[in-house]
């Protein structure tokens, strides 16, 4: 059983920044690609950020500039550094990775979402 834990959610003023972490543990052997998701009230959940094993980072459109994704290989953790946020970022975020469980099976898991409140 692999988990998905996030935390650093919350609230904060527009032009602020907020840290997400996402650690993943249980049966975990290897971790392909690790990425963040989010969705806000009535929209569809979209792609923030992803970061493959090797480093390789892509980003939306809309956060490019202001968010960076990384990841710590020895923690199984995933980052998302959020800068000069926007009301816009409000959603519920959510991280994703692509595991390899000890029964040698490769599957998509999710976190259960932390909250990003922006105010302005």
């Known amino acids: 059983q692999v988990q998905l834990l996030e935390s650093g959610g919350g609230l904060v003023q527009a032009g602020g920044s907020l840290r997400l972490s996402c650690e993943a543990s249980?049966?975990?052997?290897?971790?392909?690609?690790m990425g963040w998701y989010r969705q806000a009230p009535g929209k569809q959940r979209e792609v923030v950020a992803v970061?493959?094993?090797?480093?390789?980072?892509n980003y939306a459109a809309s956060v490019k500039g202001r968010f960076t994704i990384s990841r710590d290989n020895a923690k199984n953790t995933v980052y998302l550094q959020m800068n000069s946020l926007k009301s816009e970022d409000t959603a519920v975020y959510y991280c994703?990775?692509?595991?390899?469980?000890?029964?040698?099976?490769?599957?998509?898991?999710w976190g259960q979402g932390t909250q990003v409140t922006v105010s302005s």
């Open positions: 994703n990775a692509q595991c390899l469980d000890y029964y040698g099976k490769w599957s998509d898991y």
């Open positions: 249980g049966s975990v052997l290897s971790i392909n690609d």
């Open positions: 970061v493959s094993s090797g480093g390789h980072t």
